[in-house]
């Protein structure tokens, strides 16, 4: 199609003019999705691999809190400064995921009302909206339930430091809160991947509306 007949049609309000407005509105939904969605899974991503990496590391440093130096936690300062570590990057990857959620809110609102105007196939959209709705929860009851928990057990476990049966039962406690979140996390981080496939499934421009210039 020449854009002389592109112009012509944008000024009679053509079906050419329509279907490329209705392009622009769905590239715009699948601009603003993909960034939001990209930041998200990359950021839940970047947690997962780092906490394992941030434990590993202390416990091989053996490092010695000069805070924390009761006899009862001797070789193990590492599970707490690691505990500490990750907690500060799961505060960092909140930011991010309530930025993300918002975006993607506003994204899933205009499609649904593109599916709607358009008449477009529901299935996919619910199929998102439903696995975005779940990762979100995930991340608000990791952050606000279980990081906050983990913190007030360790918290505890220093206290109790020198009683010797507390402090086992404060690490317990600390070491399935740790175990918990990072499970919570790869939950998340797989809700997020079914989003990823089912957005490059289903979320594109329609072939209809591509012009080509001559």
Not at 41 to 51: E, I, L
Request: glycine share 8%; charged share 20%; net charge negative.
């Amino acid at each position: 199609m020449r854009l002389r007949d592109l112009r012509d049609d944008s000024q009679k309000g053509g079906p050419t003019y329509l279907a490329c407005v209705n392009a622009d509105g769905l590239t715009v939904v699948a601009i603003l999705y993909w960034l939001a969605l990209a930041g998200w899974f990359g950021a839940v991503f970047f947690v997962v691999m780092s906490a394992a990496t941030v434990h590993r590391t202390v416990e091989e440093a053996d490092p010695t809190l000069p805070t924390v130096l009761s006899v009862n936690l001797e070789g193990r300062h590492a599970a707490l400064l690691g505990g500490r570590i990750v907690g500060d990057l799961l505060g960092r990857l909140w930011t991010i995921e309530l930025l993300a959620m918002v975006m993607l809110g506003i994204a899933t609102i205009a499609e649904w009302l593109l599916v709607f105007r358009d008449g477009r196939d529901v299935l996919l959209p619910a199929v998102r909206t439903v696995l975005l709705a779940a990762a979100a929860g995930a991340a608000w009851y990791g952050n606000r339930v279980l990081r906050a928990r983990a913190e007030r057990h360790r918290a505890r476990y220093v206290e109790v430091a020198d009683d010797p049966e507390a402090s086992e039962e404060a690490a317990g406690q600390f070491n399935r809160d740790q175990a918990d979140a990072s499970s919570l996390l790869m939950i998340e981080l797989a809700m997020l991947a079914g989003v990823v496939l089912f957005a490059a499934i289903g979320l594109g421009v329609p072939a209809a509306s591509v012009v080509t210039l001559t």
